[in-house]
Structure formats: structure tokens, C-alpha cells
């Protein structure tokens, strides 16, 4: 008989295990408290009716997981690579970032004559440039005691741009400001842009997230016999530790009252009357991070310290807002790529007719999408506000939206976007095991090289699948790995030759 797995949480993590234990025979539940599926990356109808989504969601070049998964799926041709960017702050024209077309490290010519710095920043950045170049991504997990900013300094790369320019990749793989992200975190992702010269391009799904990806998903895992229960959150986790080795038998469910997606910051949801005990033989926790705290308190002391969980409970997250505003008239030129933003609230935005995409009001003039972080105190204030600040935002970076009026907007107040990336949070992020020995976690936030985003949870979901097939001694997944055509292995060896020689 095949065994009964349990996956709970329907975004990416919980679809990829899910799937990916399908296609080998296995019959996943997936447990969803919200009456949609895709968790941070779903879409649905608001209270008007509209299309919505929580987004703007970008693919970087270097999320294999995920770019393996939609080829797989057959839905690959939904991303539109784009090569060529946007840098833009107020006061300042237009800045246009793409690297040259050579093999690395010479396709970081092009930014690096772009960049107005100073002579001796420069020479600070070259050299700082071949220090993190000596590096892999492991190495990184070092520098998670401080802030980028105290790294930063520490390096002498000065005030001026580069530290304007670590502020928008900060907030592009944190949702954190400089002097509250792990330096870990910030510089991996600058890393992963060090590889070849198209580690710069982004892929943007094209129509939303859940016709490009996740209903085809869904509609994968259902066909091949697994089931995606809507609307039923989970309560408590059942401990067995009658045993030898504990063990979660069993998980309760609530019908959940949720009208759309359930990411607040407290991970609870908003669940009726009437409970539901369901017998697992192995169970994949792929809950956002606030949500598995949430379960692991109410599910008693017990689990959280037979499962060895104690730790992840120190982590904490970030808020975000994500924001679709129609227009009443088409807002001209439009900016390449993804812009890129700093000084300003928006992390980036973009013209949603690039993704395909209509209005909210049809007819009306240009859609845009903005991610607001950096957040925790405008998510109180009241929407008009927001939007208010957003399109002055809007307007001084660009300036082409100069006089454009709202016609409408839906604004999504995501009170958990992401766990906060901030020094020693790398060190709480939990295992793919647990002390429990048919307990799996999944998330973009549990312990990989990778930051909170699609490929880690993407990633993390194919590992957890990974590592219950292996205990049911069936053979594993193979994960891509990147190739590394940059220097990094020859200067790794010297970097080593030197330490060991100064030892
Ligand atoms: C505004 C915004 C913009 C972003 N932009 C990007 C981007 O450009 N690129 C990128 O790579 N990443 C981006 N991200 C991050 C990315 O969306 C996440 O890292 C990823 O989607 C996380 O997937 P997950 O499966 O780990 O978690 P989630 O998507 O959070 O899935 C967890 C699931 O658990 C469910 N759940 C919660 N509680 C319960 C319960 N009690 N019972 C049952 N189910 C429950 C939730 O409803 C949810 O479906 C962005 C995030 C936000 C918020």
C-alpha cells in the first residue's frame, strides 16, 4: 500500500514536493488554509471582482530548480527574458544596466565604467571584487554576524554609489535596508551576478502566476493522483513519541474562513468551528515560516523539542505591500526591463502590459506593479496614503508618469513577505529533517545558500521530496548545479595556498 503523505501549504515549496513525489507513484495531500493555491505567488479575485495577484515576481538566471521545474511542466515559454534594465533614482537621469558581452569577469566592464565613483573606490572595489570572487556561496555563511552596511565599511567602499547600488540589491534579495540585512545574504546575491555575462537577465512570467504556473501545477499533481485540499488549515501536529523515534501520526485541520491569501504576520489563520484528525505516514511541512511557528506553539513544547525546532522559532519577517494602480492614460516611454529603484519606497515596478497583462479597469491607460518593502510602518497607514506616496515615488523616478491620474488600484498588505534576513538569522534556519523521523520541512526559508525567493522554495521543496523517497530507500532527485565559468575554483585554490602558508 502506498504510503500517506501529508504536505501542508500550497505555495511553491508544497506544489514542487507534492509533484514531485506524484511522478514517482506517491498520492500527496496537500493541506491549504487558503481557498486558492500558489501561497505567496497565487492569484485571485478580489472583493470587485479583478484579477489580482501579489507580485511583481521576477525569475533570476540562476534559479535552476524552478527553471527545471516549468520546463518539465511545459511551461518554460512563459518566461520573457529580459537582458537590459533600468537603474533609476530621483533627481537623476535614467541609468541603463546590462553587462558586456564577454566571458567573465570582463562582462562587469561595462557596469563598472558605468558606475560615477571615485578613483580610490574604485581600486577598493576592484580588489574587493577579487576577494569575492575567491568565494563560493558556502564561504558566504561566515560573514552572517553583521549587517552589509558594517561590511561595507569595513571594505572602505565609501558612501557614495556603491552603496546606493548594495541598497537595491539589499532590497532585492532581502526586502531589508543596508544596515538591517546579513551581509551573507546581500552578497550572495551579488554573487550570483559575478558568473557569466547573462547572470543579469530576469525572466518575467508572462499573464499571471497562476495561468503561467501554478494552476498547471496543480493540475499535474491532480492528474497524477495527489489531491490539493482548498480552504482546510491546519490546527496541531499529533506527536507519537510512544515509539523509539517520535513521530507526527497525525494532523488537524480546520475549515479556514480566508476570502484570499493567508500571510499575515501572526501565521494564524482565521479558521471555523469543526476539527478534522488525518493519519500521516510521512509528513512535509511546506508552511511559511510565521505559519509553521504558529503550528509548532499550538501543537505543544513537546514536538517543537523532540523535532529539534527550537531554534527556527528565533526567526523573524518582514512585511511588504504589493501594489497594482491603473492609470487613465498610457504612461510613455516605458522603462526597460525591470527597473530598478532606490531612495524611494518601490523596490521595483512594472508596466504589466510587458507581461501581457490588461488593467484593472478595462480601457483605462498604462497598469503598473509596484513592490513597496522596507515596509513595517507604511503597512498601517490607510490605502489612499499609500498609494498617494507610491505614485509621487513613481513620478520622481520617472518621469514620464508626470500628470497621470488613478483610476483604480488593488493594494495587498502582506504582513509576512519574507523571513527577515537579518545577522545570525542564517544559523536559525531549519534542516530539511527533523528530529522527528517522518517530518520534513520545506520553504524558502529553510537552510540553503539560497535567499528567501521562487528557486529557494522551489529548491526546498524538491529536497524534502528528495529526502522522504530516500528513507523509503527509493532513489533520489538529482538537482542541476551551477556551472562555475567564472575564476572562482583557480582563486579558491590560491586564496587556501595563501591561508595555509600564513599558518
Ligand atoms: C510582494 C512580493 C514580491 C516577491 N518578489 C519575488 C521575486 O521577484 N522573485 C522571487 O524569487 N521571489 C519573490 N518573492 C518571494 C517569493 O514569493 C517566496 O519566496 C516564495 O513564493 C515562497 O514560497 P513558499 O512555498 O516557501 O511559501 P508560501 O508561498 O508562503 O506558501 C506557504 C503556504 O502555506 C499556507 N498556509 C499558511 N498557514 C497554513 C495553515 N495553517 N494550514 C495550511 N496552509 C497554510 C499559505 O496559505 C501558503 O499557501 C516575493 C514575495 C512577495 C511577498
Not at 121 to 144: C, E, H, I, K, Y
Not at 233 to 262: N, W
Not at 296 to 314: T, V, W
Not at 379 to 402: C, E, F, M, Q
Amino acid at each position: 500500500m502506498s504510503p500517506r503523505v501529508v504536505v501542508l501549504g500550497a505555495g511553491i515549496a508544497g506544489l514542487v514536493a507534492a509533484w514531485e513525489l506524484a511522478l514517482r507513484g506517491l498520492r500527496p495531500l496537500v493541506l491549504e488554509a487558503a481557498p486558492i493555491a500558489g501561497g505567496r505567488t497565487s492569484t485571485w479575485r478580489d472583493d470587485q471582482g479583478r484579477t489580482v495577484d501579489t507580485g511583481l515576481h521576477v525569475v533570476a538566471d540562476h534559479y535552476l530548480n524552478l527553471q527545471q521545474v516549468l520546463a518539465r511542466l511545459g511551461v518554460a515559454d512563459r518566461l520573457h527574458w529580459v537582458e537590459k534594465h533600468t537603474y533609476l533614482r530621483a533627481g537623476r537621469a535614467p541609468m541603463a544596466w546590462y553587462f558586456s558581452p564577454y566571458q567573465p569577469p570582463f562582462h562587469l566592464l561595462r557596469p563598472a565604467r558605468e558606475m560615477p565613483l571615485a578613483p580610490r573606490t574604485r581600486l577598493r572595489l576592484g580588489r574587493v571584487a577579487l576577494l569575492l570572487a575567491s568565494m563560493d556561496q558556502a564561504d558566504l555563511a561566515a560573514l552572517d554576524g553583521e549587517t552589509y552596511k558594517q561590511w561595507h565599511d569595513r571594505m572602505g567602499l565609501g558612501r557614495d554609489f556603491m552603496l546606493e547600488l548594495a541598497e537595491a540589491a539589499g532590497d532585492a534579495a532581502t526586502f531589508l535596508p543596508v544596515d538591517r540585512a546579513a551581509a551573507r545574504a546581500v552578497i550572495s546575491w551579488l554573487k550570483y551576478l559575478m558568473r557569466h555575462r547573462r547572470a543579469g537577465d530576469v525572466g518575467l512570467f508572462r499573464g499571471t502566476m497562476a495561468e503561467a504556473f501554478i494552476d498547471p501545477l496543480v493540475r499535474e499533481i491532480t492528474a497524477l493522483g495527489g489531491e490539493v485540499r482548498l480552504s482546510s488549515a491546519v490546527t496541531r501536529l499529533i506527536l507519537d513519541d510512544a515509539a523509539q523515534a517520535p513521530r507526527v501520526s497525525h494532523v488537524e485541520i480546520a475549515p479556514c474562513r480566508a476570502a484570499g491569501p493567508v500571510h499575515s504576520a501572526s501565521g494564524e489563520p482565521p479558521v471555523a468551528d469543526g476539527r478534522e484528525s488525518i493519519p500521516c505516514d510521512h509528513l512535509i511541512s511546506a508552511l511559511s515560516v510565521q505559519a509553521l511557528q504558529h503550528l509548532l506553539a499550538a501543537s505543544g513544547e513537546r514536538l517543537l523539542d523532540r523535532a529539534g525546532l527550537g531554534p527556527m522559532m528565533g526567526l523573524t519577517t518582514t512585511p511588504a505591500l504589493s501594489l497594482i494602480v491603473t492609470f487613465d492614460r498610457p504612461i510613455t516611454p516605458v522603462p526597460e526591463g525591470a527597473p530598478l529603484c532606490t531612495g524611494v519606497a518601490m523596490r521595483d515596478f512594472i508596466d504589466m502590459k510587458l507581461l501581457g497583462r490588461g488593467g484593472l479597469v478595462p480601457g483605462a491607460g498604462s497598469t503598473y506593479q509596484f513592490v513597496i518593502t522596507r515596509s513595517d510602518r507604511r503597512i498601517h497607514d490607510p490605502d489612499a496614503t499609500i498609494v498617494a506616496d507610491i505614485v509621487a515615488d513613481l513620478v520622481s523616478v520617472w518621469p514620464g508618469a508626470r500628470g497621470a491620474e488613478v483610476v483604480s488600484y488593488a493594494l495587498e498588505r502582506v504582513g509576512a513577505a519574507m523571513f527577515a534576513a537579518v545577522p545570525g538569522a542564517h544559523a536559525l534556519r531549519p534542516a530539511v529533517t527533523t528530529g522527528a523521523a517522518n517530518f520534513y520541512i520545506a520553504g524558502d526559508f529553510t537552510r540553503h545558500e539560497l535567499n528567501a525567493s521562487m528557486e529557494g522554495a522551489a529548491f526546498s521543496g524538491r529536497r524534502a521530496a528528495d529526502a522522504l523517497l530516500r528513507a523509503l530507500g527509493r532513489p533520489g532527485l538529482d538537482f542541476p548545479e551551477l556551472p562555475d565559468t567564472t575564476m572562482v575554483p583557480l582563486l579558491r585554490a590560491a586564496r587556501r595556498r595563501l591561508a595555509r602558508s600564513l599558518t
